[in-house]
């Protein structure tokens, strides 16, 4: 079993599309220091070292203290930033959160029309405490909470976005999407929140 967790990978993507353009959007979320202002959920994000734009640099997140003081925080590392692409990834060094070897990529693509796509995309270790459905979900999520905030600061007037988000998951996973058993490679899940679930 160990030597299975050993070997085993999770992956998976997700992305949406919005309205704000995408320089617009790459000027904020390229800010690596500054992902609190973004992300719902996470209160804190620190320099630890280095600075923006410079792989190696090192920053801390942290959500706020949960009813028993709880906090729930990682040091994460910048390990690539291409403006022309608009694109940065980065990966967990250390965490309260059962992180063991885990890699990001965060980008910013042109959209349709004047808007943008925001992808994240990432392979990991299996979580401890988590499952990979969950973790999907937790950056389905933050994705949509993020591009809220975005499309709030650069069009005020803007509704609430109801865009599609699709998911994209593949690797050594087990083939099955929202816990349905009979799911298979390549099956399209469609759910109540108007997703699109690739399983490959």
Known sequence: ?????QIEKWEGKVALD???????AWSLLSEFFNLHLWLPGIATCEKVTGS????GSVRYVASPANESGKVSWAKEELIGFDPVEKSFSYRVVESSMGFGEYVAHFRVLPGTGVGCRLEWSFECEPVI?????????YLDSSLKGMAERLEKATN???KT????VSYETNGKLDGKANGDKNSKAND???CETNCEVNVA
Request: proline letters at 6%; hydrophobic letters at 35%; aromatic letters at 2%.
């Open 129 to 137: 405490g988590w499952s990979r459905e969950g973790l999907i979900g």
């Open 52 to 55: 923006e734009a410079l792989p």
């Open 161 to 164: 976005t109801d865009d599609k």
């Open 188 to 190: 399209v899940v469609n």
């Open 156 to 158: 005020p007037d803007a």
């Open 1 to 5: 079993m160990d030597d299975q967790l």
């Open 18 to 24: 919005i309205s704000t353009n995408e320089i617009q």
